[in-house]
């Protein structure tokens, strides 16, 4: 350290500036230009701050106080020390030594060996181990130095700073609380009395109870009835938090009115579980209480359960009913048979509700018989009136609770309820009615679903789960097609792994069949026989899915293997027939590596929350409106021709941009700079608009946060959002919280593999007129005609022209429809086999083999069981001698010209040399290995993946530029592709040259035409080259989508807001590739609002600097 300090006070940082400056200007290789960026940038911080470069080194070691590094006598005359003294120990002992050996004038070896080690022990008081090895104790485990103390979950920060034990708390196992208000908790006595101790001593002082503190404390420890009486008149309104660890969001802490119960659990109201992740099997809650005025209002304003009854996360009510009280519902709104058949004009018609229970009293009614009812509403004027309806006694009773309003009409009760409608009708009460009025009705909800749940006595028997009869015949069809797919292999028609797709394939299928046959035979309803209980269970959304139902009464399937393959032999049985013992083995599998994932899958979880926090905390709401132009365009989203989500749920509670016109009639439906409300929202879906252009926060101009109009609608109080709101955190814990039940890997239910059968054709979703987008088809020797583009779609429009599906149809695809065609929905539009890609001529002529060398690059591979060949080509095994070598097949067409298609290794080839070929005929197939259940990352490390901005493995190469694909010459282990552009006026067109490793599939021919963003190799694409081609908004398209298909899969809602703020924060650097005027240096990465801020500073005529954006993983944006 002597040294360093020594040269460190050589250095003046002004003029070492001006040299770097100079040697900048100088040089040209970028590894050196990288290095002196480096140095000048910390140069010029030294010479702003006015500190040396010396002061950098400490003459001096501080020494941290005793109570933090505590020396304990133990008995037996030892003592227990902590590591720091150790470490503080060994640096005085060789400090005091290396002074002697400076008196004692010691030869210079020894000064320095000494020197050497001083060095060392103050190295390792700081940070033990990061130089060398880490010193150890007596017991053989490192110390714990300086910096151990306080990094991690159990170091200084986080145990002891911002993780207190904190004052006047106590934790209690919960209990159920259902005959409590939404706004309240049931406190056990024992607990509020130590809670609540200075206020009652207080009041007891007060009341002249007790003259002294002493005297207070002596009546509340021996608890005379007094203090029972003041300890009511404490706790009235005086609210207290309850929190249930994880918090994983900002609903995971509430406040609630207690309410003194006897016992010792807490009581929790059954409407608020959902927020807090909370069942009642044991879990633990703990009780905090505000002190202060000001605190106590707070809770009360902010954090009462009864002011959170939106979710943040997507808007939806959080406060919904779940399992019984959805059950007792559905049963009161349940549509029997007999209703269906019953003849309106014969139904029993009645005036109030007290008519209906004297009928059902004397037993001449049943809660689900058809009968007419007036009853009161309210018309558009706001003026009561009365109405007819048909309906049951039991809808009527649900009926009583609903909120008069002209918008809330009896048909939102009037049907067979199941949780998601429930959740809608407590949507609409809220959006039209206000806070007060729907929380009063989902507790009363909530009373009526508990009653007649226990009243109609749902039970579940064994013979409720019913095995289709069908069942038998499905598998032995599948068996009898798995026998033919052998057959097949064995005569040689198809390799082995395309055996192994088409059986797994065929067993996904029958599972379905079964499932589906099952799920008919359980909600069949005949008259006189009640509903099945176990299907009202499913279907209402209390308990069970179609999936578990399948496992019990259907068949269990296709089961994974550890390593994600899919083992081909299905488990035909299912839980109510009992497993075979095999069938018991092959399951135990999946079933224990859903166990080990679920907890790995928590502690991942978090930690993406954490960082997801970190990087958007600053993200605040810092004004109501920054006036920019740009904005976002959003359409709906499809996937294979079906909409996943629509155009009014995307742009639901966010701002328009521009004004929104009536494609048909041209009217305005909607002006610029307006919060798109629901109603607006239903007008524009219900026009046909198909896209919008809306703000967004990745297009804000206000400087640090964001402002009101680009973020739109606060999702928890369905208003326009406050400035000082702290969107950022409110987005990370949105997007982390269903962390958990996103899966660790792509597959298992139960360990069930969830591999659909591949998808091998396209059907349509929707009446409509066809019409093909970049066509290019031939017919092949059989007439029908093929596709031959890489991106052909069809698309499918209604009678006024306007788009309602798109589907990707892949290269080779058999097209079944044509141009100007009109289908009707499920008519299939074109087919392909899933399993291989072919490679298809588009001229007819003579076939010739190029560099197809027997041995070399092409193989005679004979199949041991069928003992069929195939020409197979593959790589050659000596590379030096073979590099040249380029396999390929030449064309000769009838008019000459010659066409190259180059082979890819484990092609298989379709043609003899010198044979002859139609336009249309596959030349050759490459069979995809799709029996892997394909190693996506899915689920949690996917989400990631995506947010660290990781490069995938194995991911595409995109074209920068639009042109023509040419193969260059190869080089070395890569084929070289280069992408031609047109000639633009008289300057020569700059081709672009890609590398890609020969055993990769390249996914475009030798003269495809090519647009900028196009894949050339197949893969997942990769973040930072969307930014760099397509710019921001095509980047934040893709993350939004990627992310929510994730979410999509689990069926979690997330509003695309969320994920919007985080990829801001992605996208705040920029790197400067123009330093123009200013100091700055191209390369270097900064704030974009800083590169603004050094070209304000310029003078008027000023070269300004010029960056780029760049998009930063979240780790490393929250750390810049």
């Known amino acids: 350290a002597e040294a360093v300090k020594q040269m460190l006070s050589g250095i003046d940082s002004g003029k070492e500036a001006v040299r770097l400056r100079a040697d900048l200007k100088e040089t040209t290789s970028e590894a050196k230009r990288k290095k002196l960026v480096k140095r000048l940038k910390l140069i010029e911080a030294f010479a702003e701050s006015g500190a040396r470069p010396d002061w950098m080194i400490l003459n001096v070691v501080p020494v941290i106080p005793p109570e933090l590094r505590p020396l304990v006598p133990l008995d037996g005359g030892r003592f227990a020390t902590s590591d720091l003294n150790d470490l503080y120990r060994r640096v005085i002992n060789r400090n005091n030594r290396l002074k002697r050996l400076i008196e004692l004038r010691a030869p210079d070896i020894i000064v320095r060996n000494e020197k050497r080690m001083l060095q060392e022990a103050v190295d390792a008081l700081f940070d033990n181990g990061r130089r060398g090895r880490a010193i150890t104790g007596a017991n053989k485990r490192p110390l714990k130095s300086l910096s151990d103390m306080l990094k991690g979950k159990q170091g200084r920060f986080r145990q002891n700073l911002l993780g207190k034990r904190v004052d006047y708390s106590g934790r209690s196992v919960i209990v159920v609380g259902p005959e409590m208000k939404l706004h309240q908790c049931g406190l056990p006595k024992k607990m509020a009395l130590e809670l609540f101790k200075p206020f009652i001593y207080s009041k007891l002082e007060k009341y002249g109870h007790a003259t002294t503190i002493k005297a207070a404390k002596r009546m509340v420890e021996k608890e005379r009835p007094e203090v029972w009486d003041i300890l009511e008149e404490v706790i009235r309104e005086h609210p207290v938090m309850l929190n249930r660890a994880p918090t994983l969001h900002r609903l995971g802490i509430q406040a609630f009115e207690p309410v003194l119960v006897e016992g010792k659990a807490i009581q929790l109201h059954p409407l608020v579980c959902t927020a807090f992740n909370a069942d009642f099997d044991g879990d633990q809650m703990a009780v905090h209480v505000p002190l202060s005025l000001e605190a106590q209002l707070e809770a009360r304003v902010l954090m009462m359960s009864t002011n959170n009854i939106l979710s943040p996360a997507n808007g939806k009510p959080i406060i919904v009913p779940s399992q019984d009280i959805v059950l007792g519902l559905y049963y009161l709104s349940l549509e029997t048979p007999e209703y269906r058949v019953a003849d309106e004009q014969k139904a029993p018609a009645f005036s109030t509700m007290g008519e209906i229970e004297q009928a059902m009293a004397a037993g001449a009614l049943q809660l689900h018989t058809k009968i007419r009812m007036r009853r009161q509403t309210m018309d558009r004027d706001g003026k009561l009136v009365m109405e007819r309806v048909v309906t049951t006694p039991g809808r009527v009773m649900m009926g009583q609770l609903l909120p008069l309003h002209p918008q809330l009409p009896y048909s939102l009760i009037n049907r067979q309820l199941t949780k998601k409608s429930i959740s809608d009708v407590i949507d609409a009460v809220y959006r039209h009615c206000g806070q007060k009025e729907s929380v009063i009705f989902a507790d009363r909800l909530m009373g009526i679903g508990f009653r007649q749940a226990a009243k109609a006595g749902i039970s579940f028997g064994k013979d409720d789960m019913m095995i289709p009869a069908e069942k038998t015949g499905m598998i032995a069809k599948t068996k009898t097609e798995v026998k033919e797919f052998e057959q097949q292999y064995l005569d040689g028609l198809i390799t082995a792994g395309e ?347 003579l076939v010739e083999f190029a560099d197809l060398i027997e041995a070399v690059t092409l193989y005679e591979e004979t199949d041991p069981v069928t003992g069929l060949t195939s020409k197979v080509v593959r790589e050659p095994i000596d590379k030096a001698r073979n590099a040249n070598l380029r396999p390929r097949l030449l064309l000769k067409s009838e008019d000459g010209q010659v066409q190259q298609y180059f082979l890819q290794p484990a092609s298989v080839l379709n043609i003899e040399n010198h044979g002859t070929v139609k336009a249309g005929d596959v030349l050759a197939r490459l069979p995809r290995e799709s029996s892997k259940t394909r190693d996506i990352t899915g689920g949690l490390p996917r989400v990631a993946e995506l947010f660290e901005a990781r490069r995938p493995k194995d991911h595409a190469i995109i074209s920068e530029i639009d042109g023509r694909v040419e193969f260059g010459k190869d080089y070395k282990a890569k084929r070289r592709i280069v992408v031609v552009p047109e000639q633009q006026g008289d300057e020569a067109p700059v081709p672009r040259e890609y590398l890609v490793p020969k055993g990769k599939h390249v996914s475009v021919q030798e003269g495809d035409y090519v647009k900028a963003g196009d894949p050339l190799v197949d893969g997942p694409r990769v973040p930072h080259d969307i930014l760099r081609v397509l710019g921001v908004e095509q980047l934040a398209n893709y993350l939004v989508n990627e992310i929510q298909d994730v979410y999509r899969l689990q069926g979690v809602k997330i509003n695309d807001k969320h994920i919007e703020v985080i990829v801001r924060q992605m996208l705040q650097k920029v790197e400067i590739t123009e330093g123009g005027d200013t100091t700055l240096l191209p390369g270097e990465q900064l704030d974009y609002l800083e590169m603004m801020e050094y070209n304000a500073k310029l003078p008027k005529n000023g070269k300004h600097a010029e960056g780029r954006p760049v998009l930063l993983g979240i780790t490393k944006a929250s750390l810049q």
Not at 692 to 720: F, Q
């Open 499 to 845: 055996r192994y797709n088409k059986v797994v394939d065929a067993w996904s299928r029958c599972t379905e069949e079964v499932a589906q046959a099952m799920m008919k035979e359980i909600s069949r309803q005949e008259i006189g026989r009640p509903t099945n209980s176990v299907w009202m269970m499913s279907h209402s959304g209390a308990r069970g899915s179609p999936a578990q139902m399948r496992q019990l009464a259907g068949m269990r399937g296709l089961m994974a293997k550890p390593s994600g393959e899919i083992i081909e032999q299905p488990i035909i049985s299912n839980f109510k027939e009992g497993l075979t013992v095999l069938e018991y083995f092959n399951s135990t599998h999946g079933a224990r590596k859903g166990l080990a994932d679920t907890a790995l899958k928590t502690a991942n979880s978090g930690y993406l929350t954490r960082r997801l926090v970190d990087v958007a905390q600053d993200c605040i709401i810092v004004m109501n409106d920054c006036g920019t132009e740009r904005g976002i365009t959003v359409r709906p989203v499809m996937d294979g021709g079906e909409v996943i989500s629509s155009l009014s749920e995307r742009i639901l509670g966010r701002v328009s941009q521009r004004d929104v016109v009536d494609p048909a009639t041209g009217e305005v439906l909607m002006v610029r700079n307006k919060l798109i409300e629901e109603p607006d929202a239903e007008r524009i879906e219900a026009a046909g608009v198909e896209e919008m252009y809306i703000r967004s926060v990745l297009t804000c101009d206000a400087g640090v946060g964001v402002c009101g109009h680009c973020y739109g609608r606060d999702l928890a109080r369905g208003t326009p959002v406050n400035v000082g709101e702290a969107v950022g955190v409110i987005a990370a814990q949105s997007i982390g919280e269903p962390g958990t039940q996103l899966t660790m890997r792509t597959f298992h239910i139960g360990g069930a593999a969830q591999r659909g059968a591949e998808q091998s054709a396209v059907e349509a979703t929707n009446d409509g007129t066809v019409k093909i987008a970049n066509r290019n088809v031939v017919a092949n020797s059989a007439g029908a005609p093929v596709v031959m583009s890489r991106n052909c779609e069809i698309v499918l429009a209604d009678v006024a022209g306007r788009e309602r599906a798109r589907y990707r149809v892949p290269y080779g695809a058999r097209l079944l429809v044509d141009e100007g065609a009109t289908v009707a929905r499920g008519q299939k539009l074109a087919e392909w086999d899933p399993f291989t890609l072919p490679i298809i001529t588009e001229r007819s002529g």
